[in-house]
Each structure stands twice: as structure tokens, then as C-alpha cells.
């Protein structure tokens, strides 16, 4: 089987340094890639993996079952919207996989979240993205390595596009933040916007679907 313990962001990141992660294995027949190794999902320190293999649906998800029922506290697996989605409560860790048949072959994604104190949760989301008055964050994740440090957020307003577009820019460019590119189309109903200010990148997205705006922004910051 493979086995991917990712032993040195374990050791490094600041989000996942307590108790011993769950070992996830893989089919052998499967691809494997390492999504996230060390992120925060709305303050919840999370891993995550997407795999492919030519197995069918139901064999991935018996590999699945097997690997995690009888060591599961509370053990879930059905059919939703076409995919197969196993959950596994091993405290404190919660294991997903959602298992999707794709043409000739299966694309599985598979999550680890862990259980935080509320404490520990407030801390993680302690440093607030500014949004406009009246949106809905939608997601927030944060991930972290040796070299850079992200976060990618999802939000919604019923504000209009130029107003959420200038919510930004003004936001940034009185905290001197300097202005790569900017765009504003109200014909299309879309936006963008790019700030920097030294190491810190900023990019923000602007999208109209029904009269709401979607907005998406991914943050990185370079170094430690």
C-alpha cells in the first residue's frame, strides 16, 4: 500500500504539530496527488489527497470501508448526487473520501480535518480578510509550507461589482498596498484586481451569476 505520512510538514507546521495524524493508505493501482499537507479549513487544520484509479466506484469505496469502519466512533457511507461518500469519525480526526466514476475511471478525493478546541480555533481565525458589509464567507483555506504561506477565500455580497471592486481597492491602497492590474467590466459583470505590497500578493476575482457577486481571492505571502 501507499503510505503518505508527510513526516517533515508534520514536524515544521505550526497548524499540525499535536496529536499523530491517521495513516491514509492507497490502492496500489491508484495515482496519487498531495493536495494540502499542512492547511487550515475555516480554522480546522486539514490534509487533503485526490487519487485516480481504473477500478470501479464500489471497489474504491469497499477499499475505503475496510480501511476505516472498525476503527471508526461514528461510521457513515451512501450515495450522494451520484458519488460515493464515506465518512469515518476517529476522533479527533474526521476521515472523508468522495468517490467519483468518471468515464473509464474513478476520481476519489480524500480529507483528513481535525478537531480543535474552541480556543485553538479562534486562534487560527484571528487574522479576518476584509469583506464588504453584508457578505457571506463562503470558504476560507489557509495552507503553509517551508517557503510561502496562502490562503484562498470564497465569498458572496449582494453589494453590486462596482462597489465590491472598490471596497478592495480602497481598502488596499490605504494600507499602501500598490496596484498591479485592475479591471472593471459591469457590461460582463465581472472584475479583477491585484495588489502587492512587498512579499504579499494579492489577486481578487469578481463574478455576477443572478445578481449576486462572487468574489474569490487568493493571498500568498513568500518566506517564513
Same mark, same amino acid.
Given at each position: 500500500?501507499?503510505?503518505?505520512?508527510?513526516?517533515?510538514?508534520?514536524?515544521?507546521?505550526?497548524?499540525?504539530?499535536?496529536?499523530?495524524?491517521?495513516?491514509?493508505?492507497?490502492?496500489?493501482?491508484?495515482?496519487?496527488?498531495?493536495?494540502?499537507?499542512?492547511?487550515?479549513?475555516?480554522?480546522?487544520?486539514?490534509?487533503?489527497?485526490?487519487?485516480?484509479?481504473?477500478?470501479?466506484?464500489?471497489?474504491?469505496?469497499? *477499499?475505503?470501508?475496510?480501511? =476505516?469502519? %472498525?476503527? /471508526?466512533?461514528?461510521? +457513515?457511507? &451512501?450515495?450522494?448526487?451520484?458519488?460515493?461518500?464515506?465518512?469515518?469519525?476517529?476522533?479527533?480526526?474526521?476521515?472523508?473520501?468522495?468517490?467519483?466514476?468518471?468515464?473509464?475511471?474513478?476520481?476519489?478525493?480524500?480529507?483528513?480535518?481535525?478537531?480543535?478546541?474552541?480556543?485553538?480555533?479562534?486562534?487560527?481565525?484571528?487574522?479576518?480578510?476584509?469583506?464588504?458589509?453584508?457578505?457571506?464567507?463562503?470558504?476560507?483555506?489557509?495552507?503553509?509550507?517551508?517557503?510561502?504561506?496562502?490562503?484562498?477565500?470564497?465569498?458572496?455580497?449582494?453589494?453590486?461589482?462596482?462597489?465590491?471592486?472598490?471596497?478592495?481597492?480602497?481598502? *488596499?491602497?490605504?494600507?499602501? =498596498?500598490? %496596484?498591479? /492590474?485592475?479591471?472593471? +467590466?459591469? &457590461?460582463?459583470?465581472?472584475?479583477?484586481?491585484?495588489?502587492?505590497?512587498?512579499?504579499?500578493?494579492?489577486?481578487?476575482?469578481?463574478?455576477?451569476?443572478?445578481?449576486?457577486?462572487?468574489?474569490?481571492?487568493?493571498?500568498?505571502?513568500?518566506?517564513?
Amino acid at each position: 500500500m501507499k503510505k503518505y505520512l508527510a513526516l517533515v510538514l508534520l514536524l515544521t507546521s505550526p497548524y499540525l504539530f499535536a496529536d499523530d495524524w491517521p495513516e491514509v493508505e492507497f490502492p496500489d493501482t491508484a495515482e496519487v496527488q498531495v493536495v494540502a499537507d499542512s492547511m487550515l479549513y475555516h480554522g480546522y487544520p486539514m490534509k487533503t489527497w485526490v487519487m485516480e484509479d481504473e477500478q470501479s466506484q464500489m471497489m474504491i469505496a469497499s *477499499f475505503f470501508k475496510k480501511q =476505516w469502519e %472498525e476503527k /471508526s466512533e461514528r461510521f +457513515d457511507a &451512501q450515495m450522494f448526487n451520484g458519488d460515493y461518500v464515506i465518512n469515518s469519525m476517529q476522533p479527533p480526526f474526521l476521515l472523508t473520501a468522495r468517490i467519483h466514476q468518471e468515464y473509464d475511471r474513478v476520481i476519489t478525493y480524500v480529507g483528513v480535518t481535525k478537531n480543535v478546541t474552541d480556543r485553538q480555533l479562534e486562534k487560527n481565525n484571528q487574522v479576518q480578510f476584509p469583506k464588504p458589509n453584508g457578505s457571506t464567507l463562503i470558504s476560507d483555506i489557509k495552507s503553509n509550507d517551508i517557503f510561502k504561506q496562502g490562503r484562498t477565500l470564497i465569498l458572496s455580497t449582494p453589494n453590486s461589482l462596482a462597489s465590491s471592486y472598490h471596497f478592495y481597492r480602497r481598502h *488596499f491602497q490605504q494600507r499602501g =498596498w500598490v %496596484e498591479n /492590474s485592475a479591471i472593471l +467590466d459591469t &457590461q460582463s459583470g465581472k472584475a479583477a484586481l491585484q495588489m502587492s505590497q512587498g512579499s504579499n500578493l494579492v489577486d481578487i476575482s469578481f463574478n455576477t451569476k443572478k445578481s449576486v457577486i462572487y468574489i474569490v481571492a487568493n493571498q500568498v505571502k513568500e518566506g517564513l
